[in-house]
């Protein structure tokens, strides 16, 4: 009996370390691209006043700094051994 309650929280330890490392993973994926997303739907919506209208280089700029963002926290999170 006390080897199969052994087994049986074996297992359960080894299905919860697997879904931590699931949730790990999606947690990096969102931190990623839920700024991102963000961004992009503000500067999607249609104002009048968007600085970057008047700028030529306005929308080349807006993404270099979503993909240096997205470029960092990538970085950031393999640095600290997340990915």
């Known amino acids: 009996r006390e080897s199969i ?3 049986l929280d074996i297992y359960l330890s080894r299905v919860s370390n697997k879904m931590n490392e699931v949730m790990q993973v999606l ?3 969102s931190v990623i691209f839920i700024p991102l997303t963000l961004r992009a739907s503000i500067y999607g ?3 009048q006043w968007i600085p970057e209208l008047e ?3 306005g929308y ?3 993404l270099a700094i979503m993909f ?3 470029l960092t926290l990538l970085g950031y999170f ?3 051994g997340w990915v």
């Open 68 to 70: 240096t963002v997205g």
């Open 60 to 62: 080349p700029v807006f």
């Open 27 to 29: 947690t990096v994926i």
């Open 5 to 7: 309650t052994g087994m």
């Open 45 to 47: 919506m249609n104002w």
């Open 55 to 57: 700028f030529y280089y």
């Open 78 to 80: 393999r640095k600290i």
